[in-house]
């Protein structure tokens, strides 16, 4: 028993942080072969994606049903666009994401969660998360090569489509340089890899994975320059024709975002786009004055837009 025990924890410590950050779900939730709090209703047919168009519809939330992490939001993701969540600790943010993954259901009377028009609570789980790429913060590595972690973002993937992967990660030469290449063990047995790296890794399983929807939480913790730039320009390769929603701790990494959220207290209380949030001179051109004022890199470039 005490064999069997063991283990049993550490799932449920895994599941817990599953639930905390949006870590590797779909497989460690495959993993735990277990309900989460949410069931789907009898015969739920699969959602079909057709623009991957997402929207928010007055959607209000709570936790423990007595503080309410979200209330009255609403806004749209239009076929292929960006849209960035920003907002003190606490805003709401990580709720959002988790929602449309449907870690949680929303109440009745507590609004919709559309995709393409089909109310996500009326489709099952599994074809929702099939349509959804995840790259969350912290990714988890198996302590398998380098190729079987990138690998397992599509069933069957070949060498090539994996190399493909990686190298639209800006992955490829960092992995030529590990002793075997792609057969190179990594994770907690093999060789570590930088955040940084563990987020490119995330990136290429989801360039394989092909979803057409796309939740991506930003690693809070500073990278070097040419480290933010490798992910900026693998995160341009993977946001190209699909529908996102992002969680931005570092404000210039978003200024290309089609929309800006800015949440507090669970609401939007701005929304635009940079340079128009900017000449709002509210709450994120302050977030914004803070944030360059308290870092001594010169804010990097996106694409053609330079942020200053
Ligand atoms: P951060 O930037 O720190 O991740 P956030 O903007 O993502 O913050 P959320 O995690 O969405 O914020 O939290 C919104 C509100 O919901 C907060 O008041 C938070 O305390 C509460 N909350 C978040 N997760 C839970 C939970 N599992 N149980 C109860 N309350 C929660």
Redesign the pocket.
């Known amino acids: 028993l005490a064999q069997l025990y063991t283990p049993l924890n550490q799932l449920g410590y895994i599941y817990r942080s599953v639930?905390?950050s949006l870590v590797d779900t779909e497989r460690l939730l495959a993993l735990l072969n277990e309900p989460t709090e949410v069931n789907d209703k009898p015969n739920a047919p699969e959602l079909m994606v057709t623009a991957g168009e997402i929207e928010f519809e007055n959607v209000n939330f709570s936790?423990?049903f007595r503080?309410t992490?979200?209330n009255g939001v609403s806004f749209k993701v239009p076929k292929g666009s960006s849209v960035a969540?920003v907002?003190?600790?606490?805003?709401?943010?990580?709720?959002?994401l988790?929602l449309l993954y449907r870690f949680y259901d929303l109440q009745d009377g507590g609004g919709r969660i559309l995709i393409d028009s089909q109310d996500i609570r009326d489709v099952t789980q599994k074809s929702l998360r099939q349509a959804i790429g995840v790259v969350p913060q912290d990714s988890v590595l198996f302590n398998s090569s380098i190729a079987y972690n990138i690998g397992y973002g599509k069933f069957n993937s070949t060498e090539e489509e994996i190399e493909a992967a990686a190298r639209s990660a800006q992955m490829h030469e960092r992995i030529m340089s590990f002793p075997d290449g792609y057969a190179t063990k990594v994770g907690e047995r093999g060789v570590r890899l930088s955040g940084g790296e563990k987020q490119r890794v995330a990136i290429a399983r989801t360039l394989l994975k092909n979803p057409p929807i796309l939740l991506l939480d930003e690693a809070t913790s500073a990278l070097d320059t040419s480290t933010e730039k490798d992910i900026q320009k693998a995160l341009q390769n993977l946001m190209k024709g699909r529908s996102s929603l992002s969680?931005a701790?570092r404000l210039s990494t978003i200024a290309s975002a089609d929309l800006i959220l800015v949440?507090k207290d669970?609401q939007i209380v701005e929304q635009g786009t940079h340079k128009e949030l900017m000449a709002l001179d509210g709450i994120f051109a302050s977030m914004w004055a803070d944030q360059i004022s308290s870092t001594e890199d010169p804010p990097i470039s996106i694409g053609e837009s330079s942020v200053k």
């Open positions: 639930n905390q936790y423990d503080t992490a979200l969540l907002g003190e600790s606490g805003a709401g943010k990580s709720t959002i988790r969680i701790h949440l669970g």
